[in-house]
């Protein structure tokens, strides 16, 4: 599994501790993600989607099993050597945005390319070319507290592409979002992962949302319990399928 440079995890089964027994949040899970792939984790509330995530992202570790990211075995790996893996090779994209509410938008796009020390003059450039990719030019100097919910995902994911990272995984990126604002966003990943050949992962809730994925994997009690692959592209987020 992934010696060819895929990217995915292998039987890992994180238990989590719940009122003082252990439970399997994932189990018996075998998969694959490849390079340039969009995939969207649906699922009932508890089903493990974040946990899931969270594996793929080296925020946590299995208690059995092994995770691979780019070919790279990372289950044993030290704290210092996940926190490099994370900052080059992912971009984080969550719910709730998770901006830096002191910071204005460049500042808090700047700060993972402070984390992989990049030069100050360097970091503020990249900023702005991302900041303008996502349609924010005009917001730079804003702090979050004076955009709007969909202005703050548009900060979120330029600060997840900061370092350049092959991979996004985003956690009900269009949960806090209305209906256009979240199709703005999803378009936005879409775009990302067509032009960019970004891999991601996005958990969510909408089906719509999802249709734009290349496939969807259903969970369930911490197993995959159907997979479906995109066939035809839809020509919008709101189309029937
Ligand atoms: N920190 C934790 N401690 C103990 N149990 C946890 C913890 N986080 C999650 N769990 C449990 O692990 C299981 C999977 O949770 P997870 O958060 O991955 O679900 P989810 O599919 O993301 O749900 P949601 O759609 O509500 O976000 C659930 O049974 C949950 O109660
Ligand atoms: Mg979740």
Same mark, same amino acid.
């Given at each position: 599994?992934? #010696?060819?440079?895929?990217?995915?995890?292998?039987?890992?089964?994180?238990? #989590?501790?719940?009122?003082?027994?252990?439970?399997?949040?994932?189990? @018996?899970?075998?998969?694959?993600?490849?390079?340039?792939?969009?995939?969207?984790?649906?699922?009932?509330?508890?089903?493990?989607?974040? !946990?899931?995530?969270?594996?793929? &992202?080296? $925020?946590?570790?299995?208690?059995? &099993?092994?995770?691979?990211?780019?070919?790279?075995?990372?289950?044993?790996?030290?704290?210092?050597?996940?926190?490099?893996?994370?900052?080059?090779?992912?971009?984080?994209?969550?719910?709730?945005?998770? =901006?830096?509410?002191?910071?204005?938008?460049? @500042?808090?796009?700047? =700060?993972?390319?402070?984390?992989?020390r990049v030069p100050r003059a360097q /970091?503020?450039? %990249?900023?702005?070319?991302? $900041?303008?990719?996502? &349609?924010?030019?005009?917001?730079?100097?804003?702090?979050?507290?004076? +955009?709007?919910?969909? @202005?703050?995902?548009?900060?979120?994911?330029?600060?997840? =592409?900061?370092?350049?990272?092959?991979? *996004? =995984?985003?956690?009900?990126? !269009?949960?806090? $979002?209305?209906?256009?604002?979240?199709?703005?966003? *999803?378009?936005?990943?879409?775009?990302?992962? %067509?032009?960019? &050949?970004?891999?991601?992962?996005?958990?969510?809730h909408d089906e719509r949302m999802a /249709?734009?994925?290349?496939?969807?994997?259903? +969970?369930?009690?911490?197993?995959?319990?159907?997979? *479906?692959?995109?066939?035809?592209?839809?020509?919008?987020?709101?189309?029937?399928?």
């Amino acid at each position: 599994m992934n #010696r060819d440079g895929g990217w995915g995890r292998n039987h890992a089964e994180p238990q #989590r501790a719940k009122k003082g027994n252990r439970i399997n949040a994932i189990s @018996e899970l075998d998969l694959r993600i490849e390079k340039g792939e969009f995939l969207a984790l649906l699922g009932p509330s508890g089903s493990g989607k974040t !946990t899931l995530l969270n594996l793929l &992202g080296c $925020l946590d570790r299995p208690t059995s &099993g092994r995770v691979f990211v780019d070919a790279m075995d990372v289950s044993e790996k030290s704290e210092n050597e996940l926190s490099a893996i994370r900052a080059r090779k992912i971009g984080f994209v969550f719910q709730s945005f998770n =901006l830096m509410p002191m910071y204005s938008a460049a @500042e808090n796009v700047e =700060l993972p390319m402070m984390t992989t020390r990049v030069p100050r003059a360097q /970091r503020r450039q %990249r900023a702005a070319k991302l $900041l303008g990719r996502v &349609g924010l030019s005009g917001r730079m100097q804003h702090r979050p507290d004076e +955009l709007s919910a969909g @202005e703050q995902q548009r900060v979120a994911i330029a600060r997840a =592409l900061a370092n350049n990272p092959p991979i *996004i =995984l985003a956690d009900e990126p !269009t949960g806090n $979002l209305d209906t256009r604002t979240g199709g703005e966003i *999803i378009g936005i990943l879409r775009k990302l992962n %067509r032009e960019s &050949g970004t891999t991601i992962v996005m958990v969510t809730h909408d089906e719509r949302m999802a /249709r734009y994925a290349t496939r969807r994997l259903y +969970l369930k009690d911490g197993c995959i319990v159907r997979a *479906i692959k995109r066939a035809a592209k839809p020509s919008s987020a709101f189309s029937s399928p």
